[in-house]
C-alpha cells in the first residue's frame, strides 16, 4: 500500500496520496507522510484518487492526522473519493470533521 507524500513549494500545504488498501498495515507509512515532516503545514490534502478499499483503521489514522493538525483548528481536505470510500466516511460522520470531495 504505497503512500507518498509532497509539499508545497511555499511549504502551506502537505498533499498526502494514497493508493491500493488504506488499513492498518499503512499505519506506518501514514504516519511518516505527515510527521517526517520539518515544517507544519497549514493545510493537508489526503487524495484518495488512488485508493480503492477504508476500514475502521484508516478512519482513526485519519482522526490521529486531524489531531497532528491542530484538532478543531485543523485543515485537512479528503479529496478524490471513489462512492465507497465516501459512503464509508459519510456514515462515520466524517463530514462533520473533515472537508470531503
Known amino acids: 500500500m504505497p503512500i507518498t507524500s ?8 502537505l498533499a498526502i496520496m494514497v493508493a491500493g488498501r488504506f488499513d492498518f498495515s499503512s499505519q506506518q507509512q501514514f504516519r511518516q507522510a505527515y510527521e517526517s515532516i520539518a515544517v507544519k503545514p497549514a493545510r493537508y490534502r489526503i ?7 477504508l476500514d475502521k483503521s484508516a478512519l482513526g489514522m485519519l482522526l490521529l492526522l486531524r489531531d497532528h493538525a491542530s484538532g478543531n483548528a485543523a485543515d485537512v481536505h479528503i479529496a478524490n473519493c471513489s462512492a465507497e470510500i465516501r459512503t464509508t466516511l459519510q456514515r462515520s460522520n ?3 470533521l473533515f472537508n470531503i470531495t
Open 6 to 13: 509532497s509539499l508545497s513549494s511555499d511549504g502551506s500545504e
Open 47 to 53: 487524495d484518495m484518487s488512488a485508493a480503492n478499499y
Open 94 to 96: 466524517f463530514e462533520r
